[in-house]
T-cell receptor, first 114, second 117 residues
Framework: AQSVSQHNHHVILSEAASLELGCNYSYGGTVNLFWYVQYPGQHLQLLLKYFSGDPLVKGIKGFEAEFIKSKFSFNLRKPSVQWSDTAEYFC????????????FGTGTRLTIIP | DAGVIQSPRHEVTEMGQEVTLRCKPISGHNSLFWYRQTMMRGLELLIYFNNNVPIDDSGMPEDRFSAKMPNASFSTLKIQPSEPRDSAVYFC???????????????FGPGTRLTVL
């Protein structure tokens, strides 16, 4: 069965620092990849997604992620973080395109210090 | 749109009691998902429905858990009897469900925090 690993459980950064959150999945076939975010007190919401084409995808709020098939990775990046980026970030994978099932990682808590 | 609505938001119960969690999906959405979030296991899909029919229930932990979707606007997740290890946040999500594809964005509710003593 597929799985998703997010090795950074808690990341603390200062404002304006660059961000990279790791996401690795285990599945040998074609995948769809997602990043969801949960801001404090808010619902989980979609940040960005990759289905095919350009492996560098851009999402909301200046976030981007790069799919590297050879590394089974889909890392999330932002060149300059803001205090408002404090949230929990979840990577997810879908491997069955006729099925909407998502497999999530355990999440990374990001804390931005003003 | 009100978004996905879940009730109750918090539930505290004693071991052995029956617990029922409720979800109202976004109007017009055809797929509904139940997830469980714990510190140890993260966010896990328990079951999902498309057009009120269970499509994938491989994540339902055991017979104590059951889920129903009697109509397009309502679903329940029931735990009977509840155990302390069921303590978690339970999320409901819905998507347009068109073609049963993961292209459809899932919209999440606020979650129900369940504590079983």
């Amino acid at each position: 069965a597929q799985s998703v690993s997010q090795h950074n459980h808690h990341v603390i950064l200062s404002e304006a620092a660059s961000l990279e959150l790791g996401c690795n999945y285990s599945y040998g076939g074609t995948v769809n990849l997602f990043w969801y975010v949960q801001y404090p007190g808010q619902h989980l919401q979609l940040l960005l997604k990759y289905f095919s084409g350009d492996p560098l995808v851009k999402g909301i709020k200046g976030f981007e992620a790069e799919f590297i098939k050879s590394k089974f990775s889909f890392n999330l990046r932002k060149p300059s973080v803001q205090w408002s980026d404090t949230a929990e970030y979840f990577c997810a994978v879908n491997v069955d395109f006729g099925n909407e099932k998502l497999t999530f990682g355990t999440g990374t808590r990001l804390t931005i210090i003003p | 749109d009100a978004g996905v609505i879940q009730s109750p938001r918090h539930e505290v119960t004693e071991m052995g009691q029956e617990v029922t969690l409720r979800c109202k999906p976004i109007s017009g959405h055809n797929s509904l998902f139940w997830y469980r979030q714990t510190m140890m296991r993260g966010l896990e899909l328990l079951i999902y429905f498309n057009n009120n029919v269970p499509i994938d229930d491989s994540g339902m932990p055991e017979d104590r858990f059951s889920a129903k979707m009697p109509n397009a606007s309502f679903s329940t997740l029931k735990i009977q009897p509840s155990e302390p290890r069921d303590s978690a946040v339970y999320f409901c999500a819905s998507s347009s469900g068109v073609g049963g594809s993961s292209y459809n964005e899932q919209f999440f509710g606020p979650g129900t925090r369940l504590t079983v003593l």
